[in-house]
């Protein structure tokens, strides 16, 4: 079992930054990756940004170049993650989601609300 603990969320006005954390605790030597994902309202949820334990990160088209995803210094292993956000615009509006992913399960936290107003 893995629980996911975020923080980091608010309100923010257009071209602002927020900066999100996750951390990881239980079976995290099993995390093979962590990542965030969102979901703003009336959508689905669409991933946002992922590491893994090797350091290895990807990207949506709509958050690259503003946001970036990092990890705890931890060789080969992923246990907490940041979500730095800058330039953010009002359609990153949306409650921010932690991710991880073992070998069989996924996990997620509870939420954190990200809004951005115009």
């Known amino acids: 079992q893995v629980q996911l603990v975020e923080s980091g969320g608010g309100l923010v006005q257009a071209g602002g930054s927020l900066r999100l954390s996750c951390a990881a605790s239980?079976?995290?030597?099993?995390?093979?990756?962590m990542g965030w994902y969102r979901q703003g309202p009336g959508k689905q949820r669409e991933l946002v940004a992922v590491v893994t334990r090797g350091g290895s990160t990807s990207y949506a088209d709509s958050v690259k170049g503003r946001f970036t995803i990092s990890r705890e210094n931890a060789k080969n292993t992923v246990h907490t993650v940041y979500l730095q956000m800058n330039s953010l615009k009002p359609d990153d509006t949306a409650v921010y989601y932690c991710q991880a992913s073992t070998w069989y399960d996924t996990y997620w936290g509870q939420g954190t609300q990200v809004t951005v107003s115009s």
């Open positions: 239980g079976s995290i030597v099993l995390i093979n990756s």
